[in-house]
């Protein structure tokens, strides 16, 4: 039985409280997420009868909402997401590299997060393919994994990009592998100019063209003048861009994607304690050195449902997406071309469907195989178990 708090009981004992409160200001989606978090895995959504093949033991199964912001529902997509991007694991270093918008632009962008997210993704990967494409740095063609994170440690809107990068990419002439240094991919500092340039003058854009909305208290953006001056300062900073060093071989590519493609805000690990008035959940406070770092934070119920649906994103928005060599049909054809270059046997080209993997959890009696007997729609309840001590006495009389 379940006995680790969840967001699900959060949202549960304090979410209609919370949708009272703010009717008229939550947006569809936000709703939507509510709603699917708060039913995903009740008998809401209906679900199935298991029974242990060995000695009968019987569980009831309610299914899941399969939400991308919830956190139950992600460990089976990651898995899923995972098995289909190992066989384009090419076998050379990976990089991961992070592109950060300032805090000034955030604020931006959480009034209009399709555009600037997606605006996000263009720049950053503009900037890579660009960079990596010049002579005077690697002169080839890299490809790109890109996850959108729109979230810090402690729940606030802190829009940020995770790429991961093959150490090395296809010469221009598509005659040779060019490999990167083994510790070394791309100058940061000359990332993030570029980048600066690229996201600024299509922001400005955007607010000439009248795609930008403004509410509340940066409703004064709407000028020109204001926006301009808004962003006159933060076209001065440097922007946090940063290359980790490479992955020890694909298999920690592997376990680093599984821990970041289908992340969401919080995990229910990160919880701590619930009172129906207050949420107390670790953080890590990264102006901190070492182990002061993991820190605990507490907000009340409704504030920590505000900072979760921070992160709820547009209908449609893709957070994960592809550049370069890893782009769309392309893909196919490049990781092929690759190979060949770096003298790498292809992955074998097995169209027989594997059988799908039980994750259903064993008997928890034997440790036998559970197998569904029956299934029931939503709302509804499964029949219940057989009364196998009625039978046995009747048998004994």
């Known amino acids: 039985m379940r006995a680790h708090l969840e967001v699900a009981d959060i949202f549960r004992a304090a979410g209609p409280g919370y949708r009272a409160a703010h009717a008229g200001h939550l947006g569809l989606q936000q709703l939507k997420v509510m709603s699917a978090i708060e039913h995903c895995r009740t008998a809401a959504l209906g679900g199935h009868v298991e029974a242990c093949a060995d000695c009968g033991q019987w569980r009831i199964a309610y299914n899941s909402c399969r939400n991308r912001h919830c956190p139950r529902c992600q460990g089976a997509a990651a898995r899923t997401w995972l098995a289909e991007r190992e066989a384009d694991l090419l076998p050379v270093g ?26 996000l993704f263009k720049a950053a990967s503009e900037t890579m393919l660009t960079i990596a494409a010049d002579p005077k740095h690697l002169g080839a063609r890299i490809g790109i994994t890109a996850v959108l994170h729109t979230w810090g440690s402690a729940l606030t809107h802190h829009p940020h990009v995770h790429m991961i990068v093959p150490g090395g990419g296809i010469a221009p002439d598509r005659s040779r592998w060019i490999s990167s240094r083994p510790a070394f991919l791309l100058p940061v500092r000359v990332l993030g100019k570029l980048f600066r340039r690229l996201f600024l003058t299509r922001l400005v854009a955007l607010h000439d063209t009248g795609r930008l909305a403004f509410f509340g208290s940066a409703a004064h953006l709407a000028d020109r003048r204001a926006f301009l001056r808004h962003l006159r300062l933060v076209g001065s900073k440097r922007w946090v861009v940063y290359a980790k060093p490479p992955f020890a071989g694909p298999e920690a590519v592997l376990a680093y994607l599984s821990r970041y493609t289908h992340r969401v805000a919080i995990s229910n690990r990160r919880l701590i304690a619930f009172n129906d008035t207050s949420v107390t959940f670790r953080y890590k406070d990264y102006r901190r050195p070492g182990a002061e770092r993991q820190q605990v934070m507490t907000l009340a119920a409704d504030e920590f449902i505000r900072r979760f649906l921070l992160h709820v994103l547009p209908r449609g928005f893709h957070r994960i997406r592809h550049y370069g060599l890893l782009a769309g049909s392309a893909r196919k054809d490049s990781l092929a071309l690759a190979r060949e270059l770096l003298n790498v046997a292809p992955p074998p080209d097995d169209d027989t469907p594997e059988e799908p993997t039980d994750v259903r ?22 029949r219940g178990p057989p009364d196998t001590t009625a039978t046995n006495r009747e048998k004994a009389s």
């Open 94 to 119: 990976y990089f991961h590299v992070v592109f950060t918008l300032p805090a000034e632009v955030a604020d931006i962008a959480f009034y209009n997060k399709a555009l600037v997210y997606d605006l």
């Open 361 to 382: 959890p064993p008997c928890p009696c034997c440790g036998g195989r559970m197998v569904i007997i029956e299934t029931f729609e939503r709302w509804r309840q499964p």
